[in-house]
């Protein structure tokens, strides 16, 4: 793959649920460097599109690609080593301490029959420190807040050291300087450290603050894609979130607030 390639590539990709088409006919190239928000209403498939671009379910039609390989031909400790995916909620069943936890991310690098070598534990307590985690080693998850615990999953991500990262809303729970931490760390392993980052979201300032590209989804299975100055228009907003958005300035800086 040569350094201008994207790293993933959907063509025709229609995705569906119940019988229910979603997303048609997407063709969509995400490539190193940027960050793109999926963004749409409540149950108009975002979660579900993104589950499809990670390789979770199978597209309707269509075709996907990372690094040039169909992605549905990678074998999963291969895909994991790639692509790292951020759930939308956590469960956990049984007690584990947070850099245990965190250390599952570690797991698609690490042989069947392998323990966690050190390397594996500094880069598990380096992601720990970039979410403000440092102390928390020993903690019990069945002990945090779903704030503490959203960090937690987001540094499991981040030991996971892939090139590709998706999120499905990965600011929910999260107090507002941690939800502009962690947009901002996301947004520098894009453009500092050459990532691809997608991100679910719902603020739409928040968007324009830290993305570069957007897919808004807009209902019946159309969508529109394109920088985020020219996706995110007041009329453009208000059609697809049924209800009049008006813009404002600060200088450069747009905002959005409801009519």
């Not at 992601?127 to 779903?146: I, N, W, Y």
Request: aromatic share 4%; charged share 20%; proline share 4%.
């Amino acid at each position: 793959m040569s350094a201008t390639s994207p790293l993933l590539v959907a063509r025709g990709v229609t995705v569906g649920i119940d019988g229910r088409t979603l997303c048609a006919a997407l063709d969509l190239d995400i490539r190193s460097g940027e960050m793109l928000a999926v963004i749409g209403r409540n149950g108009i498939g975002k979660s579900t599109v993104l589950s499809t671009l990670a390789g979770l379910r199978a597209p309707l039609a269509g075709s996907l690609t990372l690094d040039d390989l169909p992605l549905a031909s990678m074998a999963p400790r291969e895909l994991a080593c790639r692509r790292a995916l951020l759930a939308q909620s956590h469960e956990d069943a049984f007690a584990s301490t947070v850099l245990d936890t965190v250390l599952v991310g570690r797991h698609p690098h690490i042989g069947r029959w392998s323990d966690d070598s050190p390397h594996d534990m500094q880069v598990a307590l380096d992601a720990m420190a970039r979410v403000s985690l440092t102390g928390f080693e020993a903690r019990d998850v069945r002990t945090l807040s779903g704030g503490e615990r959203q960090r937690v999953a987001i540094a499991a991500l981040l030991a996971q050291d892939a090139p590709l990262c998706l999120l499905d809303e990965p600011v929910t729970h999260l107090d507002l300087d941690y939800q502009m931490d962690t947009l901002a760390l996301f947004a520098g392993m894009a453009h500092d450290e050459g990532r691809a980052v997608v991100a679910v979201l719902h603020d739409l300032n928040q968007v324009l603050r830290f993305c570069d590209r957007v897919l808004l989804l807009t209902g019946g299975g159309e969508w529109i894609c394109g920088a985020v100055d020219a996706v995110l228009q007041p009329d453009t907003l208000s059609r697809a979130f049924c209800h009049p958005l008006r813009e404002l300035r600060d200088g450069e800086r747009r905002y959005f607030v409801p009519a």
